[in-house]
């Protein structure tokens, strides 16, 4: 399982980063986080204590269906959904399409923070 290398940036900051980027102006490094939060709040809300513990029975008990992971968790399906989904776009966890079923996978369980306050 991988670790994610996450930054946080203020949106204003990122947004001319992207267009310094686009323009070829900026090429980022290798080791450069891949995922981008706002704000330590809209990290911290993906990267709850709830949802970490959620990732971790994800990780110990692989559960085959999102039924099975909300019984696991004692969380009702649609919130357990909602949550995943937003896992899932920011790599955490796939939820992997099966016949009528969606499985959760834990993609990452170590997460490396960023995060420089660009002192003069």
């Known amino acids: ?8 940036m203020p949106r ?3 947004q001319r980063r992207a ?11 290798r080791d450069e986080p891949k995922i ?20 971790k029975l994800i990780c110990e008990h692989q559960p085959e269906t999102l ?3 909300a019984e696991l968790s ?6 357990l ?7 899932e776009r920011y790599g955490i966890v796939e939820l992997k399409r099966q ?4 499985k959760p996978i834990a993609k990452a369980s170590q997460f490396t923070i960023h995060y420089d306050i660009h002192c003069a």
């Open 1 to 8: 399982m991988k670790a994610l290398n996450i930054g946080i």
């Open 12 to 14: 204003e900051q990122f």
């Open 19 to 29: 267009l310094l980027i686009a323009s070829g102006k900026l090429k980022p490094k």
């Open 36 to 55: 981008w939060f706002g704000s330590i709040k809209s990290l911290s809300q993906v990267l709850s204590e709830q949802n970490m513990l959620l990732l």
């Open 67 to 69: 039924m099975e992971l």
């Open 74 to 79: 004692g969380r009702h399906r649609g919130n």
């Open 81 to 87: 959904s909602r949550t995943l989904k937003t896992m």
């Open 99 to 102: 016949r009528h079923t969606i």
